[in-house]
Structure formats: C-alpha cells, structure tokens
C-alpha cells in the first residue's frame, strides 16, 4: 500500500514551463462539462471545473504534506509490510521547492519513499538524486522523453545541462525506476526511442511505460486544446500495441502502453482473452436487458465478455467516438444514435457528464431511459497494470465487471 503526499502544484506553471506534448497545454476556460460530483440542479462543480484543469492545485505547505502522511498512518493499516509513501503532484514532484525538507521529515516513520511523478527538470544538482535515495527513496517515476539531452531540452523544456539524466541514471543504479515517455510519432520514437531504451537498459531501469500522445478530442483532449501539436497524427491504436510489443520483445525490462496494452498481464480487460475465460464462471448471471454505452477502446473488450458470457441476448455494447471512458462527455452522448439503446443504458461511472443531462440527451427521442453509472474502472491502465500481478489484475478486473453485471441486473429492464 502507499500513502500519496500529495505536495500539489500546477501542471505548466510548477513544472518549469510547458513541456511541449503536455496536455495541460492549450487549455480554454469553456462551459462546465458536468459530472457525477455536480448538484441534482447545476451543471458543473469544482471537481469539473477548475478541478479537472488542476488550475488552482498550488504548492501545499510542507507542514501540511507531512500531516496528512501523519494522520494517514495513524488512521492506516501501518502492518502492512508493504507500506510507502509515494510522494506526488499535480505539476512535478523536483520542482517543488521543499522537497528536500519533506523527504527528510518523512524520514523519520522509517517507511521507503516513492518519487511518485516527476520529469527531473527541478534537478540542477544530479546530488540531489544521492541525498534523495540516502533519505529513503527506494521508487522513482520519471519521465525521461529521451536520454537524448538536447531532445529533453526542446520537448521536455529541460534547463539542467545534463543534471536530470544524471540523476535518472543515478536512481536507475540504487532504486526500482519506472521510466516513462510519451512517444511522439517522428520525433521520439523509430530509432530515437530504441536508442532511449538501450540506455535505460544499461542503466537498469526496472521498467518502461509508453504513452500513446494523443492530439484530437476523441482522444482525450476535451478541454477545448486540442491540437497539442499541429500537424502530428498519433499512433493507431494498432501501431501504437505492436509498438508496445516489439519494444517488450527486444529490451529486458518490464514494459507497458497506455491507453493499451500490457504484453504480461493482457491489460487491458485480461478477463476477455480466451484463456482467462475460465473465471468468467463464477460471475453472476445476467438476467435484465441493459445497453453499455463505453469508449471506443473498451467497447470490443465488453463485447466479448458479453458474447463469452452468454448474455448477448439481453446486453448491448454500444462505442461512443472516445478513447478513454472516463473522459466521455456530453457532446460525446448527443453523437449517439439512440435507435442502438435499450431502455436502460449503463455509462462509465467517471464519464464527465451531468447525470440530469446524460438522461436527458439519451432520452431525446421520445423513450424515457434509465441511465445509470457503472463502476468507476472496469480494467487498469498501463501504469497500474505494470505494478500488479496477474492474479491482482484478473481479481481487480472480476470484481469490477461484477460490480457492472450486478448493475445491470438492478437498473435493466427484468426479462428472466
Ligand atoms: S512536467 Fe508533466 S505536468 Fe509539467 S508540463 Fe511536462 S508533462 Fe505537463
């Protein structure tokens, strides 16, 4: 288990300036999207409003950082043999400018550290990496780019000279580093991202995580920035999964892609493969008709275990034009033809939309739906899926669809 120290701070402006594919870049004041957070009445609340823009997350002072671990571990399972305090932002954990003083105040609950995201550009001094792991850093998340320094200092905006790669290698050597790199297509991937991993191999990094960049709104970018760049076209999805797969063939560490896939433990929805379809027994079965309306990526995953589940007959799967579940929004429900749904349609839990106004938009044609959430994760995304095991993933991701099936039986129209 880890504690989060959650330090704060602002993506762009606590981060020493934009990285060039950051997809905090760009984004517009725009009417509020809604969500499961906003009040019966209103469309729109904190939580998506300035709270999904992370335009308000200032730096927290470390007395408070420290308290909160404090009283999380009072409150906590403090037996747990496994207990870290992972130490994480909102901008980037080295540019926080009290850093030192929290790590060494954290030092004394004798518990290992988790640097949980930074991008190394707050280290002028690779020293600081020594004194990071002598007070009990023992995990490094990093977001590395490329190892090519004048690369990091025209994507990434890396003013060390150097220093950050130091460092990176430096936590390479002594702690467990999960690297991190957003491929851009021309520009860090080919040849630039092989070189990048062949460092990061020789210097011991436990484990690799690509990141698809995603530069259109059904992408992701919802927050009225897109394009991050002009005139790049992301991976395919295709592309970007055979990507995944060769780098994983050829480099010995552990390697994951968001928003897919994981070669190891087949995130995401490893329930959906052939030969995990054994456990898909002991779900409940599914006796009311519902529609699934999901994400582009999700939906041929649920289809299958629908079909494989026999429950074909009562559930539909229906895609809307969007990537990630939890980033559909309006707009995206109004695409919707709603001759595909039934009378009760089940939405992500996390989709970015009013419930008033998803009932409303998925009503429109006359037929008064039920819509309800479904739970807030059916599968894990790479970065999660490369620290669990292939029991914890099948486990996480059966009591997820569980939690759907049961769902379905509650809110759907009973036909057995
Ligand atoms: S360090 Fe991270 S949050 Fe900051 S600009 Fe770069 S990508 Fe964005």
Same mark, same amino acid.
């Given at each position: 288990m880890q504690i989060i120290a959650d330090v704060g701070g602002i993506p762009g402006k606590d981060c020493k300036?934009?990285?060039?594919?950051?997809?905090?870049?760009?984004v517009k004041e725009q009417d509020p999207l809604g969500c499961r957070y906003c009040t019966p009445g209103t469309v729109g609340c904190e939580s998506c409003t300035t709270g999904i823009r992370e335009v308000k997350n200032e730096f927290i002072h470390p007395f408070m950082v420290v308290g909160s671990v404090q009283n999380s571990l009072m409150m906590?399972? %403090?037996?747990?043999?496994n207990l870290k305090v992972n130490i994480s932002g909102g901008g980037d954990v080295s540019c926080y400018p009290h850093l030192m003083e929290v790590a060494g105040a954290l030092n004394q609950f004798n518990l290992p550290m988790h640097l949980g995201y930074t991008s190394g550009k707050g280290i002028e001094n690779s020293k600081m990496a020594e004194e990071l792991i002598s007070l009990g850093v023992d995990e490094v998340t990093f977001?590395?780019?490329?190892?090519d320094q004048k690369m990091r200092e025209e994507w990434v905006g890396d003013t060390t000279k150097g220093e950050s790669l130091k460092a990176l290698k430096l936590f390479c050597e002594s702690t467990e580093v999960h690297a991190a790199s957003v491929i851009v297509p021309g520009v860090n991937d080919g040849e630039k991202l092989y070189e990048t991993c062949s460092t990061l191999e020789d210097w011991g990094a436990k484990a690799f995580i690509l990141m698809r960049f995603a530069n259109f709104r059904n992408q992701g970018? %919802?927050?009225?920035?897109?394009?991050?760049?002009?005139?790049i076209t992301p991976h395919s999805l295709e592309e970007f999964e055979t990507l995944v797969h060769n780098i994983n063939k050829d480099f010995n560490f552990r390697v994951t892609g968001t928003p897919l896939c994981d070669?190891?433990?087949?995130?995401?929805?490893?329930?959906?493969?052939e030969k995990n379809s054994k456990y898909l027994d002991i779900l409940t079965d599914v006796t009311s008709e519902a529609t699934i309306l999901t994400s582009s990526i999700a939906a041929p995953f649920i289809e299958k275990i629908i079909k494989r589940i026999d429950a074909d007959d009562l559930v539909n799967v229906v895609a809307v034009d969007q990537d990630i579940g939890c980033l559909i929004t309006q707009r995206d429900l109004k695409e919707v033809d709603l001759k595909d749904l039934k009378e009760t349609v089940l939405i992500p839990g996390r989709a970015l939309v009013h419930d008033k106004m998803a009932h409303d938009i998925l009503s429109s044609d006359g037929i008064d739906r039920i819509v309800a959430r479904g739970p807030d994760k059916l599968s894990v995304d790479g970065e999660m899926s490369g620290t669990l095991s292939r029991e914890d993933v099948l486990k996480k991701e059966l009591i997820a669809f569980e939690d759907l099936l049961e769902a379905i039986n509650f809110f759907g129209v009973r036909k057995k």
């Open positions: 300036g934009f990285c060039k594919y950051c997809y905090f870049r760009k906590g399972d %403090i037996t747990d043999k977001t590395v780019f490329s190892t970018l %919802i927050l009225g920035n897109e394009p991050i760049l002009e005139g070669p190891e433990n087949d995130t995401p929805f490893a329930i959906s493969k």
